[in-house]
């Protein structure tokens, strides 16, 4: 997915970060703009989450998807240690607690 235009976070974008987290999932962010071409690579099988996002399990991975506004997600997550965008194919970083949402390499 991450090919396609979406983005990790959470606790499982910040273990690949070399921070100290245990993820029990991994959670994908899609932009609205992306959705489209992600869309054809969901199982049939996804249900819903309480975040009104879509969840399945790949190699025994619990992956959540949620849609949205990427800065509306920056300014709107619960915890914000854990408001991290991460392109792992680019080897982009977006925090929320920068001044300004920016790419970091």
């Known amino acids: 997915m991450c090919r396609q235009g979406a983005y990790l976070?959470?606790?499982?974008?910040?273990?690949?970060?070399?921070?100290?987290?245990d993820p029990n999932d991994?959670?994908?962010?899609?932009?609205?703009?992306?959705?489209e071409s992600i869309l054809g690579m969901l199982p049939?099988?996804?249900?819903?989450?309480s975040f009104k996002g879509l969840r399945f399990t790949y190699k025994e991975?619990?992956?959540?998807?949620?849609?949205?506004?990427?800065?509306?997600?920056?300014?709107?997550?619960?915890v914000p240690s854990r408001a991290i965008l991460l392109d792992p194919i680019a080897g982009i970083?977006?925090?929320?607690?920068?001044?300004?949402?920016?790419g970091e390499r």
């Open 93 to 102: 970083v977006l925090r929320a607690n920068r001044a300004s949402l920016r």
């Open 61 to 78: 991975w619990p992956i959540d998807v949620v849609i949205g506004d990427v800065e509306s997600f920056m300014r709107n997550v619960g």
């Open 9 to 21: 976070t959470g606790s499982y974008a910040l273990y690949l970060l070399g921070e100290d987290t």
């Open 44 to 49: 049939d099988d996804c249900t819903t989450t």
């Open 26 to 35: 991994i959670d994908v962010f899609v932009p609205f703009h992306k959705w």
